[in-house]
């Protein structure tokens, strides 16, 4: 019994570190526009990111949702076309069609990675940026005061807290 059990622990250690290697990889990837030349930075800085995490956060129970991620992919590559095109179209017409504006967004997520990841990729909405966070809300920047973000918002949160399981 104690020896199914050190080796259950042992599988669960190698999930987890697993786990955070895709989660960083996987950003990486998005963030270097899948450009295959990138990991030559690529793959060190995840695996510094990856063993950052863990010292600085040994006990987190986090895991990735193979289904959320499949989920998340094309939510994340849609809203990002959405926000480019938004923010395109916006400051190259001839009027400027810009009047900046705040708007502040209560979080549901209680978890600190969860957050984290939410707060960074509220920047890919359209005409959205990520101003400042308070406790249990962040203030977000608008392109244009005209911009009602709370759908898009509570859709990425949605999307965000199926990506990450969170066991205690």
Request: hydrophobic share 50%.
């Amino acid at each position: 019994m104690n020896h199914a059990h050190g080796q259950m622990t042992r599988i669960n250690i190698v999930m987890r570190l697993m786990t955070i290697l895709m989660t960083f990889a996987f950003l990486w990837w998005l963030m270097a526009d899948a450009q295959h030349s990138s990991w030559v930075i690529g793959l060190p800085a995840t695996l510094f990111a990856a063993w950052a995490f863990l010292r600085l956060n040994p006990k987190a129970g986090h895991y990735l949702s193979i289904i959320g991620l499949l989920r998340f992919i094309p939510f994340f590559l849609i809203e990002s076309l959405r926000g480019g095109i938004d923010v395109a179209a916006r400051t190259l017409h001839p009027r400027l069609n810009i009047k900046p504006g705040f708007y502040r967004y209560q979080l549901k997520l209680e978890d600190g990675l969860q957050r984290l990841f939410f707060v960074n990729c509220v920047n890919l909405l359209p005409g959205t940026l990520t101003a400042d966070i308070h406790e249990d809300c962040i203030e977000i920047h608008l392109l244009s005061e005209d911009i009602n973000p709370e759908a898009g918002l509570s859709r990425l949160q949605e999307a965000v807290s199926q990506l990450f399981l969170v066991r205690g």
